[in-house]
């Protein structure tokens, strides 16, 4: 078993910021033929402690579900998020997509979650990302021993990063890696297609070919952000502000639109004029067969 301080020491070389300090414990039994090593958890847990995990995604695949060791079934997740990006670092909690509220699984066992739509990529994979419950620190194995998730240390779990504030992160070292088993469908069936807000700016700039619904930007904003888009070829443009809930709040575009790059601007108001409440909502454009989403933050 590593100690919490040896663990710590391990994640801060070459890296100096403030992170919670991470625990391991030994390992729970299991319904999955996959061994863990162990548990671990964070200490302290703020409102916005994550843990985010880099999942490769295969050429012509999309992530369709996937599962995780959880440790307590008491224990439920504020937000699971998703982006796309490079293994070198995750993003901020604010530039990744919420794709499920108030997620709990079973104690000291392998939890299955089910995405509502299957997501595609076009960097080289994605980062699932578990907004830790406030004051839920790992304390024992099983249930009510706190919110800790399985590793290995084999070589085969999935890279991992660690953050106290959802912005600032730091990387598991050695063959440290998350106990998570991905599932794939085609990228055919994915209704959602992700780019990577991690992206530079240049990037940004894609050839006529390229559909595209960029990063808004600023993000999060108050009262206004500007929705960026490229066509590769003209054609009927939907473009739609939706709350958390799914409910549409805005129907920005509905129109043909020439080949090329646009800009629409949302005033963070409703169908209506009315302004709305400050809070999380979704940006889902569709173009022919592309369809993208993209999380908005509004704040007052």
Not at 63 to 81: H, K, Q, T
Not at 208 to 222: D, I, Y
Request: glycine share 10%.
């Amino acid at each position: 078993m590593i100690k919490s301080t040896q663990l710590l020491m391990m994640l801060l070389i070459g890296v100096l910021v403030v992170i919670p300090v991470v625990t391991l414990a030994g390992t729970g039994e299991g319904s999955s033929s996959v061994e863990i090593s162990g548990v671990f958890g964070l200490r302290p847990v703020e409102a916005q402690s994550s843990v985010a995990i880099w999942v490769p995604i295969p050429e012509g695949r999309a992530l369709s579900g996937f599962m995780w060791y959880n440790n307590d079934g008491n224990i439920v997740f504020p937000e699971i998020l998703l982006e796309s990006g490079t293994p070198d670092k995750p993003v901020s909690l604010a530039d990744a997509q919420m794709i499920a509220e108030n997620v709990h699984g079973v104690s000291s066992g392998w939890s299955d979650f089910q995405l509502a739509e299957p997501v595609a990529c076009l960097s080289e994979g994605l980062y699932l990302l578990f907004r830790f419950p406030e004051a839920s620190e790992y304390t024992a194995d099983g249930a009510g021993g706190g919110a800790a998730l399985g590793y290995r240390i084999d070589g085969e779990g999935y890279p991992g990063w660690i953050s106290a504030d959802g912005q600032e992160w730091v990387a598991f070292k050695g063959d440290l890696g998350f106990a998570l088993q991905p599932r794939f469908v085609s990228e055919d069936d994915a209704s959602v297609v992700m780019k990577g807000a991690r992206r530079e700016p240049q990037d940004q700039i894609v050839a006529a070919k390229e559909t595209m619904l960029f990063q808004a930007t600023p993000n999060p904003f108050n009262p206004s952000t500007k929705l960026k888009f490229n066509l590769a070829q003209s054609g009927r443009v939907e473009l739609a502000i939706y709350s958390i809930r799914g409910e549409l709040v805005n129907t920005l575009v509905s129109e043909v639109f020439n080949a090329g790059p646009h800009e629409v601007l949302w005033t963070g108001r409703d169908d209506s004029g009315r302004g709305v409440a400050s809070g999380v909502y979704f940006a889902r454009m569709r173009a022919d067969q592309f369809v993208m989403t993209q999380r908005l933050v509004l704040v007052q």
